[in-house]
């Protein structure tokens, strides 16, 4: 349970920060920028669960860092989809 909340908390760090960073261009989209940080986080570490190098019922690197790489990809396919 510890892994998809730490998968969680960090779609929501990265989403906030993209948000942050282009909150001119967005305007009114900064909960759909946080919540594709989120959806791109969980995708990520189950994704890393799949292929048996992450948990989600404990805390694990490399679960985390897919995770990332989720929230990463997504909110760039997002940020080229709008045209930003």
């Given at each position: 349970?510890i892994?998809?909340?730490?998968?969680?908390?960090?779609?929501?760090?990265?989403g906030?920060?993209?948000?942050?960073?282009?909150?001119?261009?967005?305007?009114?989209?900064?909960?759909?920028?946080?919540?594709?940080?989120?959806?791109?986080?969980?995708?990520?570490?189950?994704?890393?669960?799949?292929?048996?190098?992450?948990?989600?019922?404990?805390?694990?690197?490399?679960?985390?860092?897919?995770?990332?790489?989720?929230?990463?990809?997504?909110?760039?396919g997002?940020?080229?989809?709008?045209?930003?």
């Open positions: 349970m892994g998809i909340f730490s998968w969680i908390i960090f779609g929501l760090v990265a906030s920060f993209v948000a942050w960073r282009i909150a001119g261009r967005d305007k009114g989209l900064n909960l759909f920028t946080i919540g594709i940080g989120l959806v791109g986080a969980l995708v990520g570490g189950f994704g890393a669960s799949i292929m048996g190098v992450g948990g989600r019922a404990t805390f694990s690197f490399f679960s985390l860092l897919f995770a990332g790489l989720g929230a990463s990809f997504s909110l760039l997002y940020r080229k989809l709008i045209g930003a």
